[in-house]
């Protein structure tokens, strides 16, 4: 399996700020690369997919770079509805995996 | 609308049986890939397992491979995921999802609300 990093595993951040969240895959996964916001007691929700185009209706806030193994989201000007958990998840080779998730909280 | 519809919530005692069901509307549901995710108490997500209901296709992940089946019905748009015995530890919430095509990089781009199953003696 392809093993997915996320750092940090929690960050604490003010209204305002910039962000950035990290994910590394174990092996080359090309631009197969996934953001996916969760709040407590909802299903997940897509923002980024093929780890830099915005899925329709994501604010442009959010914004995803990377390619091969190292990707970035990156979230300007947090808004408080962006406190929350991220996930990166690769979608090369199945089982497509999940990042252990990083909790984005208020400060 | 495109959207996901899960069975709801189950209480089970363990060494039962059980099947959740993901009914999909909206789009085309034989020409899309659809998965189920595992979500354990305040835990991550984990990919179990996914099925192409045109020709019935399965993959699974090797830690949920004989550990659940998954099956699709055309002719009812419905995913389903099944036990056969089921364990304490099985108790989580179980999200389906639609999973994209290659222009979307094959993301989970529509979720059901989730499944709950608790079991418990």
């Known amino acids: 399996d392809i093993q997915m990093t996320q750092s940090p595993s929690s960050l604490s951040a003010s209204v305002g700020d910039r962000v950035a969240i990290t994910c590394r895959a174990s092996?080359?996964?090309?631009?197969?690369l996934n953001w996916y916001q969760q709040k407590p007691g909802k299903a997940p929700k897509l923002l980024i997919y093929?780890?830099?185009s915005l899925q329709s209706g994501v604010p442009s806030r959010f914004s995803g770079s990377g390619s091969g193994t190292d990707f970035t989201l990156t979230i300007s000007n947090l808004q408080p509805e962006d406190f929350a958990t991220y996930y990166c998840?690769?979608?090369?080779?199945?089982?497509?995996?999940f990042g252990q998730g990083t909790r984005l909280d208020i400060k | 609308e495109v959207q996901l519809v899960q069975s709801g919530a189950e209480v089970k005692k363990p060494g039962e049986s059980l099947k959740i069901s993901c009914k999909a509307s909206?789009?085309?549901?034989?020409?899309?890939?659809i998965g189920w995710v595992r979500q354990m108490p305040g835990k991550g997500l984990e990919w179990m397992t996914i099925?192409?209901?045109?020709?019935?296709?399965?993959r699974y992940s090797p830690s949920f491979q004989g550990q659940v089946t998954i099956s699709a019905d055309k002719s009812l748009s419905t995913a389903y995921l099944q036990w056969s015995s089921l364990k304490a530890s099985d108790t989580a919430m179980y999200y389906c999802?639609?999973?994209?095509?290659?222009?979307?990089?094959?993301?989970?781009?529509?979720w059901g609300h989730g499944t709950m199953v608790t079991v418990s003696s």
């Open positions: 999802a639609r999973q994209s095509d290659t222009a979307r990089r094959y993301a989970f781009d529509i």
């Open positions: 909206g789009y085309s549901f034989t020409t899309y890939w």
């Open positions: 099925i192409y209901p045109g020709d019935s296709d399965t």
């Open positions: 092996q080359t996964i090309s631009s197969y």
């Open positions: 093929g780890a830099s």
């Open positions: 998840q690769q979608s090369s080779r199945t089982p497509q995996t």
